[in-house]
Each structure stands twice: as C-alpha cells, then as structure tokens.
C-alpha cells in the first residue's frame, strides 16, 4: 500500500514502481489527474506474469536466478513492457520475486518464461515438480488470476501436481489453486487479467546426502566359479521426489556380471557395461520412497584369494554429480575343497635292502601310526596303506611344506627307519602328493663299557680299551648296521659322569668311523643301565 499526501491539484500524474533490488520498474500508474479536495483512492498495480523462484527442497525463495520474458512476433519490449528492454531479464533478489507488465498495444499471442538457475542448481527446469504441459490462456477479469493461492511458496507438504492436467484457461484455475502448478506460457490478449503467483521451482544439484544407498548379499565365504547375489537399497530421503536417477555399480576385480540376472523394483532390467562398472538407465524415486535392484555375479577362475568389495552409488546423470554415499559389500575368497585342496597318500613298508626305496617283495607294515603337526592321527591299513584327505590348502603361489611324522614306537620289534623322519613333501594346490617311509631289521653291533674303562674320574678312554673298539669297525662295514653304546654304571657312580662318558664314547666312534672312510652314515644310540642288569 502507499499515500501521497499534500499534492496540489492537476493532471499529468504518474505512479511509478521500482524494485529495491535490482531496480527493476514492476509497473507505473499514467494520467492520473487531481481534483481540489478530493481523495483518489484504489490505484493499484496492475501485474501480468509474476511470482517467485524457489527451491524445490527447501521451498525458500532463490536469489540469483534470471527469469527472462520472450513475446511473441511484434513484441518490442522498449514499447510494449513496462521497464523496456532493461527489463526483459530480471535477477531475483532475496524474495525470489520476478514481475512483469505489458503495456496497451502489446500483440496478442503466447509470452514465455525462461529461467537460468544461479550456481549449485541444475541448468533445467524442475523434473521433481514439472511445469504444465499446457498454455494458459488468460481471460478477462475485474480482479488477478490466482496461479497458486499463496503468496510465497507452496510448502513441503503441498501435493505435487499433474503437468498434463492444469487448467487451460484462467476460468479453471480456482481448481487447482492450492497445488504446486506453474506455468511457463501464457496466451495474453488486450483485455487479458493480470496473472500472479506463477511460482517456478528450480532443483539444487543433488548433494551425498540426497539418496541413501545400502548394499548386502547373503554370502560371506564363495569360492571360485561361484555366484553371488547382491541386493543395492536406494531410499530417498529428502521430501521431493528425485529424478534422473542411475545406479552404478562397481564390481571387484575378476567378478563377472551374470546376463539377465538384474531387476529393477522386481522387473527385469539389464545394466550397460563399461568394464568393471555396471550403470542402469535413469529413474525417479519419489519422496520417501525406496528402490531394490537385485544381480548376480559370477566369481572368476582366475581370482585369488583374499577379500572383494563391490561398491555402488548413485548419480544424477543431468547434473553428472553423485547423489548417494557409497555403498559397500565385501565378500572372502576362500580355496575349493574339491579343487584347491591337496591329498597325501604313502606306505610303510619294509625295507629289505634298506635303499629308502619300495621294489617288488618288499611288502607293507600294517598299524603303524603316523602324526602330522597338528596333532592328526593315521593309522596304517593291512598292506601299510595311509590317507590323508585335503591334508593342507598350500600357498596358491608357492606350495607349502607338509610335514608328517612316524611313531616308531608303533613298529615292530627290531625295525628301524631307512628314511628321513619327520618326513617332507611339498604340496602344489590341487594336486596329490606321495610320502613313503621306510622301515627295515637292521643288524646291531653292541659295545658295552663300565668304569674300568675310563680313566678314573675321567671322559678318557683308557688306550687298552681303545684296541678293544677299534676293531668293531671290520664288523660294521661288512654291512650296514646301527651301533650301540651302552653304559653299565654302578650305585655309587656319578650319573653326570656316566652320561659324558657315553657322550665321550660316542664321539670318539663317530670320528673314528668317519676316518677309517665308513661307507654309509653310522648310527648310533646310547643307553645308560644299571651295571648287572639285563641289557
């Protein structure tokens, strides 16, 4: 509202109306005359196309934005809008506001709006809340057509229009006044009313925090070859409805999409394929809504092992921002039984001619007990026979060392080892490995010593006694023999002086056997006893 008061009577009086921001003219009064002591009252503005420009989230008004009006064949705006050509594009201030008004003598025809968003907003006009379809024609009225019922923004909770069912004409705008309807053309003629509340929203691109993206899948432990199903969630958060919406999909290395596996919202729809990335057509997810897209992937052959994330988010394919977090699901590769794991079978057998080596006639030694590191048990079968089933999952790199070990506890009387124990194979993934152990009756050479024949107190052999062991040396190289050693001491005897003279004893032998050029590897035990007790 506005007063002039004191103004002396006359004609030629005209009411101009400026915008503070921008000064842009919205409209004057022309001709007005004054007569002595009167009051002319009601001399309002008249207003065509005119409103604000909001934010479709927030609903508060935008500044910044530049609505430009375009007329149709003979529009000139320096004679036909109020303002001229100055006020064909108008930047909204802080209320948002834009106004328009044609002068008598504009042509008649269709008068668009185009609106250029400021940064941070996406260069369109709004998909979540469209412009109508239709052009309004603007019909004859003594008071404003009221495009929206509010002055200022519609709120949140406002139902969203149809675009393909606003009013044509302004008789039917009354329908629809408490909607969030707009319109970007009207058809104005010279006795057209004013139109006003034409509020445009415009859309802020979309932040991380438009859409939340979850990602799962029910399995945590696949193997190679397998398939794995994922579940991608998209819920929209914000209270407007968000459009152009695609889903992207990472897969890890050496993952492979399974063709025709995808839904979208339970219909079928396949993704395009860009490497390892998998990106579906856009969508829109109204308000508080929520969106699953299901697949399947296949695990590749030549993956290793070790733990796969996929990830997936979305994307506003208009503005080419992300519109969501990053979802993760991770899945472990673990090694095939079937196929990554390694068997070890073996045999005791005898070993008769004691070449670490079975050939024919030398048969199995049956219940003979075997044990791995980690304390697994195997037994021996009938003809010596053991398995031992998926015994490791060696390094799919470099194999692995399997050690196994035979109690010889569990031999029979008389036999012993002809190879290595603890025993050593090297695994490869996949594939069986063989470990054998031999056993024979070996020939035992015995030495027995007592006191007497060391030096008293002493390790020294006495050089009587050294004659004595030299010549066990021609019976040990007629044939591969084991020696031993043993001890009798008496009750009185030192036993820390006993055990180092046995110690002393066998050093000497083995040295001995070593120099005389022995041609195989002595072995030799020891053993402390009671002197006068069975040996």
């Given at each position: 509202?506005?007063r002039?008061?004191?103004?002396?009577?006359?004609?030629?009086?005209?009411?101009?109306?400026r915008?503070?921001a921008?000064n842009?003219v919205?409209?004057?009064?022309t001709?007005?005359?004054?007569?002595?002591?009167?009051?002319?009252?009601e001399?309002n503005?008249?207003i065509?196309?005119?409103?604000?420009?909001?934010?479709?989230?927030t609903?508060?008004?935008?500044?910044?934005?530049?609505?430009?009006i375009?007329?149709?064949?003979?529009?000139?705006?320096?004679?036909?809008?109020?303002?001229?050509?100055?006020?064909?594009?108008?930047?909204?201030?802080?209320?948002g506001?834009?106004?328009?008004?044609?002068?008598?003598?504009?042509?008649?025809?269709?008068?668009?709006?185009?609106?250029?968003?400021?940064?941070?907003?996406?260069?369109?006009?709004?998909?979540?809340i469209?412009?109508?379809?239709?052009?309004?024609?603007?019909?004859?009225?003594?008071i404003?057509?009221?495009?929206?019922?509010?002055?200022?923004?519609?709120?949140?909770?406002?139902?969203?229009?149809?675009?393909?069912s606003?009013?044509?004409?302004?008789?039917?705008?009354?329908?629809?006044?408490?909607?969030?309807?707009?319109?970007?053309?009207?058809?104005?003629?010279?006795t057209?009313?004013h139109?006003i509340?034409?509020?445009?929203?415009?859309?802020?691109?979309?932040?991380t925090?438009?859409l939340?993206v979850?990602?799962s899948?029910?399995?945590?432990?696949?193997?190679?070859?397998?398939?794995?199903?994922?579940?991608?969630?998209?819920?929209?958060?914000?209270?407007?409805?968000?459009?152009?919406?695609?889903?992207?999909?990472m897969?890890?290395?050496?993952?492979?999409?399974?063709?025709?596996?995808?839904?979208?919202?339970?219909?079928?729809?396949?993704?395009?394929?860009?490497?390892?990335e998998?990106?579906?057509?856009?969508?829109?997810?109204?308000?508080?809504?929520?969106?699953q897209?299901?697949?399947?992937?296949?695990?590749?052959?030549?993956?290793?092992?070790?733990?796969?994330?996929?990830?997936?988010?979305?994307?506003?394919?208009?503005?080419?921002?992300v519109?969501?977090?990053?979802?993760?699901?991770?899945?472990?590769?673990?090694?095939d039984?079937?196929?990554?794991?390694?068997?070890?079978?073996?045999k005791?057998?005898?070993?008769?001619?004691?070449?670490?080596f079975?050939?024919?006639?030398?048969?199995?030694?049956?219940?003979a007990?075997?044990?791995t590191?980690?304390?697994?048990?195997?037994?021996t079968?009938?003809?010596?026979?053991?398995?031992?089933t998926?015994?490791?999952?060696?390094?799919e790199?470099?194999?692995?060392?399997?050690?196994?070990?035979?109690?010889?506890?569990?031999?029979?009387?008389?036999f012993r080892?002809?190879?290595?124990?603890?025993?050593?194979?090297?695994?490869?993934?996949?594939?069986?490995?063989?470990?054998?152990?031999?056993?024979?009756?070996?020939?035992?050479?015995?030495?027995?010593?007592?006191?007497?024949?060391?030096?008293?107190?002493?390790?020294?052999?006495k050089?009587?006694?050294?004659?004595?062991?030299?010549?066990?040396?021609?019976a040990?190289?007629q044939?591969?023999?084991v020696?031993?050693?043993?001890?009798g001491?008496?009750?009185?005897?030192?036993?820390?002086?006993?055990?180092?003279?046995?110690?002393?004893?066998?050093?000497?032998?083995?040295?001995?056997?070593?120099?005389?050029?022995?041609?195989?590897?002595?072995?030799?035990?020891?053993?402390?006893?009671?002197?006068?007790?069975s040996?």
């Amino acid at each position: 509202s506005y007063r002039f008061d004191g103004l002396p009577p006359g004609g030629g009086y005209s009411v101009l109306f400026r915008s503070p921001a921008g000064n842009y003219v919205y409209g004057y009064l022309t001709n007005v005359t004054l007569t002595a002591n009167t009051e002319l009252t009601e001399q309002n503005q008249p207003i065509d196309p005119s409103g604000v420009v909001y934010d479709v989230l927030t609903r508060q008004p935008v500044p910044g934005a530049t609505v430009r009006i375009v007329g149709p064949a003979g529009f000139n705006p320096t004679t036909h809008l109020v303002g001229g050509p100055g006020n064909v594009a108008q930047v909204t201030g802080a209320t948002g506001e834009y106004r328009y008004l044609l002068l008598p003598g504009s042509p008649t025809g269709t008068y668009r709006l185009e609106v250029t968003v400021p940064t941070g907003y996406v260069q369109r006009i709004s998909t979540a809340i469209p412009p109508c379809t239709t052009s309004l024609t603007v019909g004859a009225a003594s008071i404003p057509s009221l495009v929206q019922r509010l002055d200022t923004a519609p709120p949140t909770q406002q139902r969203i229009h149809d675009p393909a069912s606003c009013p044509s004409t302004t008789a039917g705008l009354a329908i629809g006044a408490d909607s969030t309807q707009y319109y970007l053309a009207f058809v104005l003629g010279a006795t057209s009313t004013h139109v006003i509340n034409n509020h445009i929203p415009i859309e802020a691109i979309p932040t991380t925090t438009a859409l939340v993206v979850t990602k799962s899948t029910p399995k945590l432990d696949v193997t190679r070859g397998e398939l794995v199903p994922y579940t991608i969630t998209i819920r929209n958060n914000q209270d407007v409805r968000q459009t152009d919406i695609a889903l992207v999909d990472m897969i890890p290395p050496g993952f492979r999409y399974r063709t025709g596996s995808a839904t979208v919202g339970g219909t079928p729809r396949e993704p395009a394929i860009n490497g390892r990335e998998l990106k579906w057509p856009p969508v829109t997810i109204e308000r508080g809504a929520t969106l699953q897209v299901r697949l399947m992937l296949t695990v590749g052959t030549g993956v290793s092992e070790g733990e796969y994330v996929n990830q997936a988010w979305a994307i506003n394919v208009f503005s080419n921002v992300v519109a969501s977090n990053i979802a993760t699901a991770t899945v472990r590769i673990t090694p095939d039984p079937n196929f990554d794991c390694s068997d070890i079978i073996g045999k005791v057998f005898d070993d008769k001619n004691r070449n670490g080596f079975q050939e024919d006639g030398e048969a199995g030694i049956a219940n003979a007990r075997l044990a791995t590191v980690n304390g697994l048990l195997v037994t021996t079968d009938a003809f010596g026979r053991f398995h031992i089933t998926c015994a490791d999952v060696p390094n799919e790199q470099r194999g692995s060392n399997f050690v196994l070990k035979l109690d010889e506890r569990t031999l029979p009387t008389g036999f012993r080892l002809t190879t290595p124990n603890p025993g050593v194979v090297v695994l490869t993934r996949g594939k069986m490995a063989k470990l054998n152990f031999g056993v024979a009756v070996h020939r035992v050479v015995r030495i027995d010593v007592m006191d007497a024949a060391f030096e008293p107190g002493s390790v020294v052999l006495k050089s009587t006694f050294e004659a004595n062991v030299s010549q066990v040396f021609p019976a040990l190289s007629q044939e591969k023999s084991v020696l031993r050693i043993g001890y009798g001491r008496t009750g009185a005897e030192d036993a820390r002086l006993a055990a180092e003279r046995v110690r002393s004893l066998q050093k000497y032998v083995s040295d001995a056997w070593r120099a005389s050029a022995g041609n195989y590897n002595l072995v030799i035990e020891t053993e402390v006893y009671p002197a006068g007790s069975s040996k």
